[in-house]
């Protein structure tokens, strides 16, 4: 077996300031760097053979958490990187999802059909985190692995993953900030799940909860 630990980045201020961060490169918060401290914590003890990270600050500060006290370099993959929120990109989350007819209705009910303009399909980002993970697991055949990702393109993972039906991608609960996820993988890609999205190593009060649907005021 192949083990991956999924973690998602840190709170960063683009989280913070509710804005559809995606390809945006915001730099982490108070409350990030608070979430770091104890996800180095959790992973000190942990025996890994390598990281992985998406390029962006918020995942590559996530990834040098994990680091911590190991003797691994962070290996940055593109693929790993959040979907491209196109004409979202970088703007205040409600602001923009409710200026562009259709597309908070696709946000909230249907996901698997949103594919802002200028962006990428959410469709698209399904099938290239797949991909990505898989590709990974084979490079890395019976080892264990930490991957440092996104909100976005790591709940399309577990679409794929738990139902292998994008159209169920509404009933997949988001990871949080540092939430960590294991998978195993086996010689024929076979995916199983270890646990998912535990969050457990950061107290309450730096666990700041959001609503992700967007309201239509």
């Not at 300031?17 to 915001?26: A, I, M, N, P, V």
């Not at 104890?38 to 990834?63: C, G, H």
């Not at 738990?162 to 996820?181: F, G, Q, S």
Request: glycine share 6%.
């Amino acid at each position: 077996m192949t083990y991956i630990y999924l973690v998602r980045h840190c709170e960063a201020m683009g989280n913070h300031k509710r804005l559809f961060q995606g390809s945006t490169d915001c730099d982490i918060s108070e409350i990030g760097t608070k979430q770091l401290e104890y996800l180095k914590e959790r992973f000190l003890n942990t025996k890994l053979d390598a990281i992985y990270s998406s390029p962006l600050i918020r995942a590559q500060k996530t990834a040098q958490a994990i680091a911590h006290g190991k003797n691994l370099e962070i290996i940055t993959r593109k693929n790993l990187a959040e979907l491209d929120g196109g004409v979202v990109e970088g703007r205040p989350f409600q602001e923009a999802f409710n200026a562009i007819p259709g597309l908070a209705d696709a946000w909230n009910n249907h996901p698997q059909d949103f594919a802002p303009e200028g962006g990428e399909a959410m469709r698209d980002a399904y099938v290239r985190i797949y991909d990505e993970i898989i590709a990974l697991a084979r490079m890395n055949r019976g080892k264990t692995i930490a991957v440092t990702s996104h909100g976005g393109v790591l709940r399309c993972l577990m679409c794929r993953v738990l139902y292998y039906d994008i159209t169920r991608l509404k009933d997949v609960p988001w990871h949080e900030n540092t939430a960590v996820t294991l998978i195993k993988i086996d010689d024929n890609d076979k995916i199983g799940v270890e646990f998912f999205n535990d969050h457990s190593h950061v107290p309450p009060e730096y666990m700041p909860k959001r609503n992700r649907i967007v309201s239509k005021t």
